[in-house]
């Protein structure tokens, strides 16, 4: 048996050691990792807590990612709890392996701590990785701070293995921003967070001896489209409600309200940004500040990225007269990902709003509260001429001369 | 609980065995991969979990709806079969220390099949890390010498002078250019408590060779030689019999490296034919029956010679 952790109601971690300590209290069966910056400390706390009997599973510390994600997969399908964690070139390496993962419904859950894709080669926080996983089939949270860290991990083991579910979830938080930043987490017992999971239920398992089980099979064109097609409808039908019934049994365990979209003053807001990550926090702050000065601004926060909450991110924006849809990540040939799905999301509504997309804090570059009241400047100007008034697509805090498109 | 090994009297008991491998599979009539996995599977009557990389092996028996395998079994990847069964077997080990296992009185053995496309090549690196971290797994490598599911291109372990098809003899090349990679030194060299290589043809041979094996606590790898009736070119009847001239040829000598020192041939032929006589019976090595280049037959005479004098030095010396 593992050690029990004493923790106090409010410990100082960084998101890192938020998820290491969420790993532990849900008692994981295997971790396969691979060490790689800026995730490295989850793993490392991770080895801490079994060098000093705090975990009683396995610890196996692979070659690389993809043999990480490879010693997950054959974990899962053995049958019990499995982890890993992960960021950027390493996620990039495990990509093959992703939909492996999800195309056998295997419920593993992967930490990534977001970071930007070389070349150039670059360690800090930008979502290029996220965005990556985007197809990989897999559920995908996202974290704005530490205390999300921690608490979406316990939403994610509970979600992804669930029977109706049967599918890897990522969590998802900012390289060094939140990885590296420490603040006050609200902590439950070992106890508490264990249960809140509870004991894995194996199905499928490879180590159910009596009833040998085939996994990771060949299908061509007689099948193939129909395991993609039942993978799907899983994602689309089962999970979003379940991750709809996680949050509200958190809620009533901790107090600690999530949302499929997350919403800072969207009530009457005439106008709203729409990011992920620590920017949501970010762009918090500037919607109060904005707020005092009589304008109307909110702020939606992507929380579930993957599965896409199509219907409830249409109802918060249906009254909204100009929305920035705000991208960490480089397209590369095309509009932000956020300014396509938002797009996608209300063309077949009622409302009408003059979307903008903003490229912003590849790298790690700050996003800062300037930044913000210029796009806020832009969307008010965007609602008053009912059309944009600036590109589709600008580049934020870019040096250099300014750089727009479309 | 220790396994007790299996006992095999004869061929027949032996290939009459229980099955955990089906005939419904479909790999070409005349593979030696079947053979082979029947061999491995039936030595013993422990419970197998079992991966397979990408391959032949893998497409010809597990095509949904259909399955060949009366035993756990997984695919991820070309690259990743001996990674697959370490994540299953460290799942054991935590179950186990958990008190989680559903028959906690049964051991299980840990398989992994890979081609040598697989093995040689783009899988190399996670089975150095698994043999590197210890696992309690056995990897067996099907070495056809080269990628036949996909048509038959070059791997590291096509030897030198046949025509593959991204190393095609032509009016300017006799076809590859390399020699064959040496896994069995390299393998040995991680320090793994048993390493062997084994013919289907040679089978009280093997079967003696895959018992060690599973007796053996840590990573074993096993290298069979799986004669290829498509891409090396000969009638599908004639396995057995391109096999044994491997094997009576010393071009694929049969021995095994305990703990990574010690050295033991385990099987010496009676009569020892020229490697000529091997290369002759199979198509891919037809175009080097010509004055032009009897020279590399030569060479290959000699390096088949030169490696055998190795293998006995070293078993003399023990090291």
Redesign the interface.
């Known amino acids: 048996m593992a050690d029990t952790m004493e923790l106090r109601d409010i410990e100082v971690w960084d998101g890192n050691m938020a998820a290491s300590q969420a790993l532990r209290q849900v008692q994981v069966d295997v971790v396969a990792a691979y060490p790689i910056t800026p995730s490295t400390p989850i793993v490392e706390n991770y080895a801490n807590f079994e060098a000093n009997g705090y975990v009683d599973g396995e610890f196996v510390m692979v070659e690389s990612e993809h043999a990480a994600m490879s010693g997950c997969i054959g974990a899962s399908a053995a049958g019990g709890r499995v982890a890993t964690a992960t960021s950027s070139q390493g996620f990039a390496l495990m990509v093959e392996t992703l939909y492996s993962a999800s195309g056998m419904r295997l419920p593993i859950i992967l930490n990534v701590v977001n970071r930007a894709l070389g070349a150039p080669l670059n360690v800090n926080g930008d979502h290029s990785d996220m965005y990556l996983g985007r197809d990989s089939g897999w559920i995908q949270l996202n974290a704005y701070n530490p205390q999300h860290a921690y608490d979406l991990n316990f939403i994610a083991f509970k979600v992804a293995e669930d029977h109706d579910v049967r599918l890897p979830a990522m969590v998802h938080q900012d390289g060094f921003m939140t990885s590296h930043t420490a603040q006050g987490v609200h902590t439950m017992t070992d106890e508490q967070g264990f249960n809140f999971v509870g004991e894995f239920q194996p199905m499928n398992d490879m180590l159910d001896l009596d009833h040998p089980v085939t996994h990771g099979v060949q299908t061509e064109e007689d099948w193939h489209f129909e395991h993609k097609a039942r993978q799907q409808h899983a994602l689309m039908t089962v999970a979003l409600p379940k991750i709809q019934e996680a949050f509200d049994a958190f809620e009533t365990l901790t107090g600690r309200r999530y949302n499929l979209v997350e919403t800072h003053q969207m009530d009457d807001a005439e106008m709203a940004v729409i990011c992920m990550g620590t920017s949501v926090e970010t762009a918090m702050e500037v919607v109060n500040e904005l707020r005092a000065q009589g304008v109307k601004a909110g702020v939606v926060g992507i929380r579930v990225f993957r599965p896409w909450p199509l219907e409830q991110l249409a109802e918060v924006l249906k009254n909204v007269k100009a929305i920035g849809a705000l991208d960490r990540s480089s397209p590369h040939g095309t509009v932000g990902m956020l300014y396509n799905e938002i797009a996608g999301t209300l063309f077949n509504t009622d409302a009408k709003p003059v979307l903008t997309n903003y490229i912003y804090g590849l790298g790690g570059r700050d996003l800062t509260k300037a930044h913000l009241v210029g796009i806020f400047n832009d969307l008010k100007a965007n609602m008053d001429a009912g059309k944009p008034t600036t590109a589709l697509q600008q580049y934020i805090g870019l040096r250099g001369p300014k750089l727009s498109f479309f | 609980m220790m396994s007790e090994i299996k006992k095999i009297k004869n061929l027949k008991e032996f290939s009459t065995s229980a099955d955990r491998f089906e005939g419904a599979n479909l790999l070409c009539p005349g593979c030696a991969h079947s053979i082979i996995v029947r061999e491995v599977l039936n030595a013993t009557n422990d419970?197998l979990?079992l991966?397979a990389s990408t391959g032949c092996l893998?497409?010809c028996t597990?095509?949904?709806?259909y399955?060949s395998?009366?035993?756990?079994?997984?695919?991820?990847?070309f690259?990743?079969g001996s990674?697959?069964?370490?994540?299953?077997?460290?799942?054991?080990?935590?179950?186990k220390?958990?008190g989680?296992?559903?028959?906690p009185d049964?051991v299980?053995k840990f398989v992994a099949f890979g081609g040598d496309g697989a093995t040689y090549d783009i899988g190399f690196?996670?089975i150095?890390?698994c043999f590197?971290?210890g696992h309690n797994m056995m990897y067996v490598c099907l070495d056809n010498e080269v990628y036949a599911n996909t048509g038959g291109q070059r791997s590291s372990s096509t030897p030198i002078g046949s025509s593959a098809t991204t190393s095609p003899a032509g009016s300017t090349s006799y076809g590859e250019k390399k020699n064959k990679k040496d896994m069995m030194a390299i393998m040995a060299a991680h320090g793994a408590p048993y390493v062997a290589q084994v013919s289907p043809s040679k089978w009280k041979d093997m079967v003696a060779k895959i018992q060690k094996g599973f007796a053996a606590e840590g990573p074993v790898f096993i290298n069979a030689i799986s004669a290829c009736t498509t891409e090396w070119k000969f009638a599908p009847e004639d396995t057995i019999a391109i096999t044994d001239l491997a094997t009576d040829s010393l071009v694929f000598p049969l021995y095994e490296i305990i703990n990574g020192t010690e050295l033991n041939i385990t099987y010496r032929p009676k009569n020892i034919i020229p490697v000529r006589d091997y290369l002759g019976a199979q198509g891919r090595f037809k175009h080097l029956f010509t004055k032009q280049y009897d020279y590399l037959i030569d060479e290959w005479q000699a390096r088949v010679d030169a490696k055998w004098e190795q293998l006995q030095r070293r078993e003399e010396a023990r090291v």
Do not use: F
């Not at chain 2, 035993?71 to 990847?77: E, Q, T, Y």
């Open positions: 419970d979990i991966a893998e497409v597990a095509v949904y709806p399955t395998w009366d035993a756990s079994w997984i695919h991820i990847g690259e990743n990674t697959a069964v370490a994540g299953a077997e460290a799942m054991y080990k935590a179950l220390k958990k989680r296992l559903k028959q049964r299980p690196q996670w150095s890390g590197e971290r």
